[in-house]
């Protein structure tokens, strides 16, 4: 039986981490799901590691229907959760609906919005149709161009209350799920201890309900940049299955992501 939104919200009840890895395709939608892993993102990174390009902003509507129907067609027990690519959901709610349908009719469970409280109208417009929502906040790499670069966010007083003011409010929006990039362990684990749905880290700690990590680094064949809140689970594994396996078993034993990993 598949995973679902009820699933991962139970084991964040009762304290049970959860695993997550980006995936593009069905054979290793097949292989991570039966290494342990719990969500399957199908993240706008594949913009970097497949396509090989600088950022996250060219990726389309269409790439995104066609690698989450591959890794739908590969899976039967994740929860497959699928990015909506830069300029998709920062249109009007109903065009924003209208694109997400098409992600949820490629098997996708939830889809994931880059954006804080400006986000809010659309996060409600759409979980008031029957369409979950992961709000994405913290280092949104759709953002980069105004960011001015990857860097790490809610470092500063004032940002950091405003991330938590956002989190409050996309959880009120209706948002089923929340994701923070690269922001100070302190201030996820205030977020996550201030929401009751289900967060999840990358580059934020060990308090987060959940981890994910992009499926390339851990297997240390992206040749971009490395960051400091990744790991190369390859490095001493005898295969990707191990690999994996490896990484599932330190997120749910919270072995990872250790305080070197984090910001
Ligand atoms: O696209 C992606 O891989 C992501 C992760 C960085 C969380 O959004």
Not at 10 to 17: A, H, I, P, Q
């Amino acid at each position: 039986m598949r995973i679902t939104q009820k699933t991962l919200q139970r084991m964040c009840n009762s304290g049970e981490k959860i695993a997550a890895l980006t995936c593009y395709d069905a054979s290793f939608a097949s292989l991570l799901e039966n290494s342990g892993v719990d969500i399957l993102l199908v993240g706008d990174s594949l913009g970097n590691v497949l396509q090989g390009e600088k950022t996250t902003l060219s990726v389309t509507l269409d790439d995104m229907i066609y690698h989450t129907k591959c890794v739908f067609q590969g899976s039967v027990k994740a929860f497959i959760m699928a990015d909506m690519p830069f300029g998709t959901s920062q249109v009007s709610p109903q065009k924003t609906f209208e694109n997400a349908v098409k992600l949820i009719s490629s098997g996708a469970s939830m889809v994931k919005i880059e954006g804080g409280s400006v986000m809010a109208d659309t996060v409600r417009f759409l979980s008031q149709r029957g369409i979950p929502v992961c709000s994405h906040i913290g280092l949104m790499p759709q953002s980069v161009n105004m960011l001015g670069g990857y860097k790490v966010q809610g470092k500063s007083i004032n940002q950091a209350n405003q991330l938590l003011e956002d989190a409050v409010i996309m959880e009120k929006a209706g948002a089923g799920m929340l994701l923070m990039e690269a922001i100070p362990a302190t201030l996820s684990r205030k977020i996550t201890k201030k929401l009751t749905i289900p967060t999840i880290g990358i580059g934020a700690g060990v308090d987060c309900d959940a981890q994910v990590l992009v499926l390339y680094d851990i297997l240390g064949i992206y040749s971009g940049k490395k960051s400091r809140f990744t790991k190369n689970y390859m490095d001493g594994a005898r295969s990707i299955n191990q690999a994996v396996e490896n990484y599932v078993k330190e997120v749910k034993s919270k072995k990872f992501p250790k305080i070197e990993n984090g910001f």
